[in-house]
């Protein structure tokens, strides 16, 4: 294959002219918002603070209007209206997903808050035992140094593993 100078071709086809000193058109604008929602998914996973996801949904939403053929102003208004919705909707239904009630708390987080029975004498050197709801479960005390004695009610302050990390109350109460 010979190529044409003339026709501004070469030998592996015709040549494309760079626009001269504006390279910036040379790239697709939905690319562009594409990457930015990349960029911002990236920072949403190391700092969990739910904003960043929010923000890259309405980069995605821009990526989609631009690959569509929306113009800039339109793009730019696309990502507004999508950050607008997603922090106004969504962000507040995560924030409460996220604080739970204790009624709705599944697992051990259930159990933090709650009254206990101790069933053995719980120091900080040999544990002992509390039950918790119908549960019999290990125990410490949250002081180091303080003694509880069997019978004395309880709260539950953490879990530790499968241990209850306890301190007692004076009041008596169920382990709900």
């Known amino acids: 294959m010979v190529a044409d100078p003339a026709a501004g071709g070469h030998a592996f086809g015709p040549q494309r002219p760079w626009p001269s000193g504006d390279y910036a058109s040379a790239v697709d604008p939905w690319l562009v918002w594409l990457v930015v929602a990349v960029v911002l998914a990236i920072a949403e996973v190391l700092t969990l603070t ?6 890259a949904g309405g980069a995605a939403a821009a990526a989609i209007a631009a690959a569509l053929g929306a113009p800039v102003v339109a793009q ?5 209206v999508g ?3 997603l922090l106004g909707l969504v962000l507040p239904a995560a ?6 009630p204790a009624s709705i708390r599944t697992g051990t987080a259930r159990l933090i808050g709650s009254r206990a ?3 053995s004498d719980i120091n900080t050197a040999d544990g002992g035992r509390v ?8 125990a410490r005390p949250y002081d180091e140094g303080l003694q509880i ?4 009610w309880v709260d539950v302050l953490a879990i530790d593993g499968a241990t ?7 009041l008596p109460g169920t382990s709900t």
Do not use: C, K, N, Y
Request: aromatic fraction near 10%.
């Open 76 to 80: 730019v208004v696309v990502f507004a």
């Open 83 to 85: 950050d607008v919705f």
């Open 117 to 119: 029975m101790a069933l």
């Open 164 to 170: 209850a990390v306890v301190h007692p109350t004076t």
């Open 50 to 55: 739910f904003v960043l996801g929010m923000v």
């Open 149 to 152: 004695r069997a019978g004395e």
């Open 95 to 100: 924030r409460r997903h996220r604080h739970m």
């Open 131 to 138: 039950r918790i709801g119908g549960e019999t479960w290990s």
